[in-house]
């Protein structure tokens, strides 16, 4: 199986949430399927099918959160040498050329992502064409809109 990049933040996250799940959703869920028992006839017992599956989806989580973290490359760039190229991790901030629009996102892995927080996967199109880029580098990133131009201002190891 191939590594699984991922800042340290991104593995600190899928701890925190192994540990919530195993700790908190698991026994609350095992508590439910007890109390669903009691009220006999396990066929007709909504309660009971519905705890059943939920438990379902969270052992499913767990195993996929535990073969995530045992196949993990964390990266933490902030212990890096600045080299100014784009690399996973980085904070890169890019200007469309045509818009004047700036915009700042952070490389991070696939589980990581989120748009509305400015990080993108590095599965992205827009991660693909900044990495190894560097500052004052113009970039063409295809979008379903055609080809966008970006420069990119500014590259931070953060």
Do not use: W
């Amino acid at each position: 199986m191939q590594t699984i990049p991922m800042t340290v933040r991104g593995a600190d996250l899928l701890r925190k949430e192994l540990t919530e799940l195993k700790t908190v959703t698991r026994p609350k869920i095992v508590s439910d399927i007890a109390v669903a028992r009691e009220h006999g006839d396990l066929k007709e017992n909504a309660e009971y099918h519905a705890a059943r599956e939920q438990q379902g989806f969270c052992e499913g989580r767990i195993q996929e959160i535990e073969a995530k973290l045992s196949n993990v490359q964390i990266i933490d760039v902030t212990k890096m040498p600045n080299t100014g190229k784009v690399i996973f991790g980085t904070t890169v901030t890019i200007v469309n050329v045509e818009t004047d629009v700036e915009v700042k996102y952070q490389i991070v892995g696939d589980d990581e992502a989120s748009i509305k927080d400015n990080r993108i996967s590095v599965n992205s199109p827009i991660a693909r064409g900044l990495i190894g880029k560097q500052a004052d580098d113009a970039v063409n990133i295809e979008t379903p809109k055609g080809t966008v131009e970006y420069e990119i201002i500014e590259v931070e190891y953060i």
